[in-house]
């Protein structure tokens, strides 16, 4: 069965957050159980690029309207990735430093294009089209309703749901830039009389999934105005938890950390990683470490951070550490709080995958308050390096984490707000002061099973289902 993925982001060619973690691993899944899975995603000017040398396989035009532009479809030289990847290269537009800049709109739907035309001189056509969030959310539309895509449209395409906050919302004279097609059929691109990619793939795409059962059920009742269109197609719609690469994601042989640890080492393992952690960024390394790796952004109530943490830290014998980079101001408020509890807090505002990796490793906990959480990968990280999750009952991370007054391994709490976020970390607290159980946990989550294999399996038989 041969599968193109389409996507923004790919491990490790480009991230910005979890998006890039799932296209850079299911693929290599896939294939691991016999498909012939592939991703192409745009060129971006980025250190992955820059270090790599590219061939060009294809070159031709994209045309947004009347406006032609220049692509080339390319393939590294030498990939050692473990699935074919390609690139769609138009400069003028796709070649800039970050993933996302300003004018998303028609890059992305150049970019989907550009993919299509290339596609379509495919000998081998692919079984499967697998787009992946309102990036790639014109594409069901397009092979199913443009004329010149015609020769797609009998393959199935499979619409993945990442996070539905973000839909690409385009001004509805932008019709004019999509390859021709009926006008009549112009509703399935529309929502609230604009161009909605992310409603149009729900209502185009062969299938819909998200990537936990959990925040399948909660678009129903939010999700960013697509509630009742996700009602509607519920029939074709369904949850598929998100695994993690247990290859890049694995304490024993992760190269980025200071020492590496398996189940029967954990305890000298986490303590070299925290030890480090802890003179690298002037913590008390003899007190608990609660940590936050993410963006600081309301979804992932990092809003609550700076108010919960400055209370927490005054109330426990705690150390915390915060990675992330967001809004500005919850960046400068978390940064502020460093000098008041000096030696025993410390932020570092920006993006760091090795910090994060040392992170998962010497963190005791790792806090995760999300106000929406499609899926989550951070706390199946921080499982398998026997980092405790502190989570909120929401999404994915209720699908992943059991609490330990209910026989669990986690600590989860209902609401996003700062009295629970303290709560938390306060039972987290007791937690850590009963040694014997906590290290009796930390070996037990290190044995929780996520990775890809069954997920990987269970896309391949949906995509067995409408093939
Ligand atoms: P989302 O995609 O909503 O940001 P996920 O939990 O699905 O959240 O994935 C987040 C991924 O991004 C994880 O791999 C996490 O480690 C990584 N990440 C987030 N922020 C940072 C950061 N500042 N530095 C390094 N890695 C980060």
Same mark, same amino acid.
């Given at each position: =069965?041969?599968?193109?993925?389409?996507?923004?982001?790919?491990?490790?060619?480009? %991230?910005?957050?979890?998006?890039?973690?799932?296209?850079?691993?299911?693929?290599?899944?896939?294939?691991?159980?016999?498909?012939?899975?592939?991703?192409?995603?745009?060129?971006?000017?980025?250190?992955?690029?820059?270090? %790599?040398?590219?061939?060009? &396989?294809?070159?031709?035009?994209?045309?947004?309207?009347?406006?032609?532009?220049?692509?080339?479809? +390319? @393939?590294?030289?030498?990939?050692?990735?473990?699935?074919? &990847?390609?690139?769609?290269?138009?400069?003028?537009?796709?070649?800039?430093?970050?993933?996302?800049?300003?004018?998303? #709109?028609?890059?992305?739907?150049?970019?989907?294009?550009?993919?299509?035309?290339?596609?379509?001189?495919? @000998?081998?056509?692919?079984?499967?089209?697998?787009?992946?969030?309102?990036?790639?959310? +014109?594409?069901?539309?397009?092979?199913?309703?443009?004329? @010149?895509?015609?020769?797609?449209? *009998?393959?199935?395409?499979?619409?993945?749901?990442?996070?539905?906050?973000?839909?690409?919302?385009?001004?509805?004279?932008?019709?004019?830039?999509?390859?021709?097609?009926?006008?009549?059929?112009?509703?399935?691109?529309?929502?609230?009389?604009?161009?909605?990619?992310?409603?149009?793939?729900?209502?185009?795409?062969?299938?819909?999934?998200?990537?936990?059962?959990?925040?399948?059920?909660?678009?129903?009742? %939010?999700?960013?105005?697509?509630?009742?269109?996700? =009602?509607?197609?519920?029939?074709?719609?369904?949850?598929?938890?998100?695994?993690?690469? #247990?290859?890049?994601?694995?304490?024993?042989?992760?190269?980025?950390?200071? %020492?590496?640890?398996?189940?029967?080492?954990?305890?000298?393992?986490?303590?070299?990683?925290?030890?480090?952690?802890?003179?690298?960024?002037?913590?008390?390394?003899?007190?608990?470490?609660?940590?936050?790796?993410?963006?600081?952004?309301?979804?992932?109530?990092?809003?609550?951070?700076?108010?919960?943490?400055?209370?927490?830290?005054?109330?426990?014998?705690?150390?915390? +550490?915060?990675?992330?980079?967001?809004? @500005?101001?919850?960046?400068?408020?978390?940064?502020?709080? &460093?000098?008041?509890?000096?030696?025993?807090?410390?932020?570092?505002?920006?993006?760091?995958?090795?910090?994060?990796?040392?992170?998962?490793?010497?963190?005791?906990?790792?806090?995760?308050? *999300?106000?929406?959480?499609?899926?989550?990968?951070?706390? =199946?990280?921080?499982?398998?390096?026997?980092?405790?999750?502190?989570?909120?009952?929401?999404?994915? +991370?209720?699908?992943?984490?059991?609490?330990?007054?209910?026989?669990?391994?986690?600590?989860?709490?209902?609401?996003?707000?700062?009295?629970?976020?303290?709560?938390?970390?306060?039972?987290?607290?007791?937690?850590?002061?009963?040694?014997?159980?906590?290290?009796?946990?930390?070996?037990?989550?290190?044995? &929780?099973?996520?990775?890809?294999?069954?997920?990987?399996?269970?896309?391949?038989?949906?995509?067995?289902?409408?093939?």
């Amino acid at each position: =069965m041969r599968i193109i993925h389409i996507s923004a982001e790919c491990y490790p060619v480009a %991230k910005v957050g979890g998006l890039a973690d799932v296209v850079g691993a299911l693929p290599k899944y896939q294939n691991k159980v016999g498909a012939n899975s592939s991703v192409i995603m745009p060129f971006y000017n980025n250190k992955f690029t820059r270090a %790599k040398k590219f061939e060009s &396989i294809y070159h031709s035009k994209v045309k947004l309207g009347s406006h032609e532009l220049n692509f080339d479809i +390319l @393939k590294i030289e030498d990939s050692v990735l473990d699935f074919d &990847i390609f690139f769609v290269h138009i400069e003028a537009l796709l070649y800039t430093e970050e993933v996302y800049v300003d004018n998303d #709109a028609d890059r992305f739907l150049a970019f989907q294009i550009a993919a299509l035309d290339w596609i379509l001189t495919l @000998k081998e056509k692919p079984n499967i089209i697998h787009c992946h969030d309102h990036h790639t959310g +014109l594409t069901p539309f397009m092979v199913q309703e443009c004329f @010149k895509y015609k020769p797609l449209s *009998s393959i199935p395409v499979v619409f993945t749901i990442h996070n539905a906050q973000y839909q690409g919302w385009m001004a509805y004279n932008n019709l004019y830039k999509l390859p021709m097609f009926n006008i009549e059929n112009v509703g399935l691109l529309l929502w609230d009389g604009m161009i909605n990619p992310l409603a149009s793939a729900i209502k185009c795409a062969w299938r819909i999934t998200t990537v936990s059962p959990s925040y399948m059920e909660e678009l129903k009742y %939010k999700a960013n105005g697509l509630e009742s269109l996700l =009602m509607h197609e519920q029939s074709k719609a369904v949850g598929i938890l998100n695994g993690i690469d #247990a290859d890049v994601w694995n304490p024993e042989t992760d190269t980025y950390l200071i %020492k590496n640890y398996k189940k029967s080492t954990v305890e000298s393992g986490k303590k070299a990683n925290k030890e480090w952690l802890c003179k690298q960024f002037n913590l008390d390394k003899s007190k608990p470490l609660f940590a936050f790796i993410g963006r600081l952004v309301g979804e992932k109530g990092a809003d609550l951070l700076p108010n919960a943490l400055d209370y927490a830290l005054r109330a426990n014998n705690i150390s915390v +550490l915060v990675l992330g980079s967001g809004f @500005k101001e919850t960046e400068n408020r978390l940064f502020g709080l &460093i000098p008041q509890y000096d030696g025993n807090y410390n932020a570092y505002i920006g993006y760091d995958e090795k910090l994060s990796h040392l992170i998962y490793a010497g963190a005791d906990f790792l806090l995760m308050p *999300s106000r929406v959480e499609p899926c989550g990968l951070n706390q =199946m990280y921080s499982l398998r390096y026997g980092t405790v999750p502190i989570v909120r009952r929401i999404g994915g +991370l209720k699908d992943t984490v059991v609490d330990i007054g209910d026989d669990g391994f986690g600590i989860c709490h209902n609401d996003v707000s700062v009295q629970d976020i303290i709560n938390a970390i306060h039972r987290a607290t007791d937690f850590y002061n009963s040694q014997n159980e906590f290290k009796a946990n930390r070996k037990k989550i290190m044995t &929780i099973d996520h990775s890809w294999e069954l997920s990987a399996q269970t896309y391949i038989n949906l995509y067995k289902s409408i093939n």
